[in-house]
């Protein structure tokens, strides 16, 4: 079945410093992959989003290419905020047959100190 | 606004006491989920209906029910509760199930059984 693996939290890292969470999937066909966050005590949010093999998905100074040759989605951001504090989900949604269902990752939570 | 909500946020029950979370979207969608989230693994879904009158099991729909009466509201239902089901649960809805339509999530309803 599809499948979703990303780095395990807690990223500690300084504000202005460059992030990455890296992401990799498990999936047939041509899955659609997403990156949600969930500040804290919210629901989860939409980042960003592709749909296809190549495409690179921005938003908000992150920036995610869903590579389908090494199977990943690795989110990025250059230069981060106090703000950008969050848990980070990587999910995809299948090719054929999803039922409108996103399989997640386990989350990452990053913690940006002033 | 257009919104997701769910009620309550927090609740506390005890094992076998039937509880009904309550879930409704303003945006006229057809489509609507139930996830929950446990750390470590992310979101997994329940439910998901459709439309009205269509639902259909999740990945994890043991111990739960749902109905869909209505376009706007979509219940979560224990019937009777176990301690494995302390969890946080997000209510979602889209214009489709379709990976082209983003899935707004509710803020969230925690819940402990006893």
């Known amino acids: 079945g599809n499948s979703v693996t990303q780095m395990e939290g807690p990223v500690t890292l300084s504000e202005e410093a460059f992030l990455t969470i890296n992401c990799t999937y498990t999936a047939t066909g041509y899955p659609s992959l997403f990156w949600y966050v969930q500040y804290p005590g919210e629901g989860l949010q939409l980042l960003l989003k592709?749909?296809?093999?190549?495409d690179k998905g921005s938003n908000k100074g992150f920036e995610a290419t869903y590579r389908k040759e090494t199977t990943s989605f690795h989110l990025e951001k250059g230069s981060v905020q106090v703000s950008d504090s969050a848990v980070y989900f990587c999910?995809?949604?299948?090719?054929?047959?999803?039922?409108?269902?996103?399989?997640f990752g386990a989350g990452t939570q990053v913690v940006v100190t002033p | 606004e257009a919104q997701v909500t769910q009620n309550p946020r927090y609740l506390i029950t005890v094992t076998g006491k039937k509880l009904t979370v309550t879930c409704s979207q303003n945006?006229?969608?057809?489509?609507m989920s139930w996830y929950r989230q446990d750390p470590g693994l992310g979101l997994r879904q329940i439910y998901y209906s459709m439309n009205v009158e269509v639902t259909d099991k999740g990945d994890v729909p043991e111990g739960y029910k749902v109905s869909r009466k209505e376009k706007r509201n979509f219940p979560l239902i224990l019937e009777s509760p176990s301690p494995n089901q302390t969890s946080l649960y997000f209510c979602?809805?889209?214009?489709?199930?379709?990976?082209?339509?983003?899935?707004?999530f509710g803020p969230g309803t925690r819940l402990t059984v006893l």
């Open positions: 592709a749909t296809k093999a190549d």
């Open positions: 979602a809805s889209s214009l489709s199930s379709s990976s082209r339509n983003e899935q707004f």
């Open positions: 945006m006229n969608h057809e489509y």
């Open positions: 999910a995809l949604m299948g090719w054929a047959d999803s039922w409108g269902k996103l399989q």
